[in-house]
């Protein structure tokens, strides 16, 4: 079956930049979504269609894709990103809704 | 502004019956597809059923298939989940939100606040 594969966690230091990856094989088929999650809250779009941002997200926040692996960058990391971060997409069938496993971004 | 609001989660136990509720206001409800996602305590993220704009289609993930029901009544504007023969892996925070995909190629960019099922004996 499709799956969305995620490292668990990134750490960085505020001012660097941070790389959330997200691995599957139907990417290359698929656009990808990133959705950012503060404890209590509900998860908010970050990043639609591989690259897209919606409005009145920081430009910080950017997107791209390549073969099987789309990728979350937040450049110029502050405190107030420290979040989980899932990516998502949907199967090729346009049957189910998948959701990596999460990263948890913490800023140092 | 768009606005959607859970409501019906509750302790229930297991095998027995809930059905949740979300009301939504700020858009035209029937151009929308709308989905269920939930997320166990701790956990990531888990897509549960999605209904399409027209209701042409609904689909399920395979955890619930077969216990969960969705549904939506235009008229209150209101999104439905039926859930049957409840167990303690259903226990999570349900949130509904709003589909802006096409060809089945879904994403959300409302979601509601969510509601929490607690599924114990």
């Known amino acids: 079956s499709y799956e969305l594969t995620q490292s668990p966690s990134v750490s960085v230091s505020p001012g660097q930049t941070a790389r959330i990856t997200c691995s599957g094989d139907?990417?290359?088929?698929?656009?990808a979504y990133w959705y950012q999650q503060k404890p209590g809250q509900a998860p908010v779009l970050m990043i639609y269609?591989?690259?897209e941002r919606p409005p009145g997200i920081p430009e910080r926040f950017s997107g791209s894709s390549s073969g099987t692996t789309a990728t979350l960058i937040v450049s110029g990391v502050q405190a107030e990103d420290e979040a989980d971060y899932y990516c998502?997409?949907?199967?090729?069938?346009?049957?189910?809704?998948?959701f990596g496993g999460g990263t948890k971004l913490t800023v140092l | 502004q768009v606005q959607l609001v859970e409501s019906g989660g509750g302790e229930v136990q297991p095998g027995r019956s809930l059905r949740l509720s979300c009301a939504a206001s700020?858009?035209?409800?029937?151009?929308?597809?709308m989905h269920w996602v939930r997320q166990p305590p701790g956990k990531g993220l888990e897509w549960v059923a999605v209904?399409?704009?027209?209701?042409?289609?609904?689909y399920y993930a395979d955890s619930v298939k077969g216990r969960f029901t969705i549904s939506r009544d235009i008229s209150k504007n209101t999104l439905y989940l039926q859930m049957n023969s409840l167990r303690a892996e259903d226990t999570a925070v349900y949130y509904c939100?709003?589909?802006?995909?096409?060809?089945?190629?879904?994403?959300?960019?409302?979601w509601g606040q969510g509601t929490l099922v607690t599924v114990s004996s």
């Open positions: 700020g858009f035209t409800f029937s151009r929308y597809g």
């Open positions: 139907a990417l290359p088929r698929r656009n």
């Open positions: 209904l399409w704009h027209d209701e042409s289609n609904k």
């Open positions: 939100a709003r589909d802006l995909g096409s060809g089945g190629s879904f994403y959300f960019d409302y």
């Open positions: 998502q997409s949907s199967d090729t069938s346009g049957t189910y809704v998948l």
């Open positions: 269609k591989d690259t």
